[in-house]
């Protein structure tokens, strides 16, 4: 499993869904299972940049994780946002017979986060709310990568600016090697 962490609007979304696409894996977004819901308690946390409770972000990822194909690959897109998060995820992986092979993390100057986020034509992207958002992920979000890293999980980071098929060729670059050496230990 591949987890990417990066601010509201650093691209996680378009580039998971492009290394899916091109490797045959799978992706897994919070954010997009969360805009899907009817939920009248999530979608007000959405239109004012707050996070979801862990509770229910933890029994929304733990249904999805438990709808996948198990052979498949996973890239994980928005979760963990916290560390209470972080460790339910690290309690639980083996009960879905996963394991985090790396984390991506998407770095974008904070002005560039700003425009992407404000041409997006989402109802909640306000000036306000993307504030809150980037103020959100710097005091609980950061935090988690330094979680993993302290436990031995190769953290890479990636300059998120750019063309996407740049961006994309940076991700692939630094995936792909690590999925080839995975999969040449499994080899007999």
Not at 56 to 66: K, P, R, S, Y
Not at 137 to 163: A, C, K, L, S
Request: glycine share 8%; proline share 5%; aromatic share 6%.
């Amino acid at each position: 499993m591949i987890l990417f962490f990066g601010p509201p609007g650093s691209g996680k979304s378009v580039q998971g869904k492009l290394l899916v696409q091109r490797n045959g894996w799978q992706w897994l977004s919070t954010g997009e299972l969360f805009r899907a819901t009817k939920n009248a308690e999530v979608l007000k946390r959405l239109a004012t940049g707050e996070l979801m409770d862990d509770a229910l972000t933890n029994q929304v990822l733990e249904e999805a994780l438990g709808g996948l194909r198990d052979a498949a690959d996973l890239v994980l897109d928005g979760y963990p946002r916290n560390t209470r998060q972080a460790q339910w995820l690290t309690d639980h992986l083996a009960a879905f017979k996963r394991k985090i092979d790396t984390i991506v993390v998407f770095r974008v100057p904070e002005e560039e986060l700003v425009r992407r986020q404000s041409g997006r034509g989402r109802d909640e992207d306000t000036p306000d709310v993307i504030k809150r958002r980037l103020q959100i992920y710097r005091e609980q979000t950061q935090p988690v990568i330094d979680f993993y890293r302290n436990r031995g999980v190769p953290v890479r980071e990636i300059d998120g600016e750019g063309p996407v098929d740049v961006v994309h060729a940076r991700i692939q670059a630094v995936v792909a090697p690590q999925r080839a050496a995975e999969q040449e230990e499994v080899q007999p």
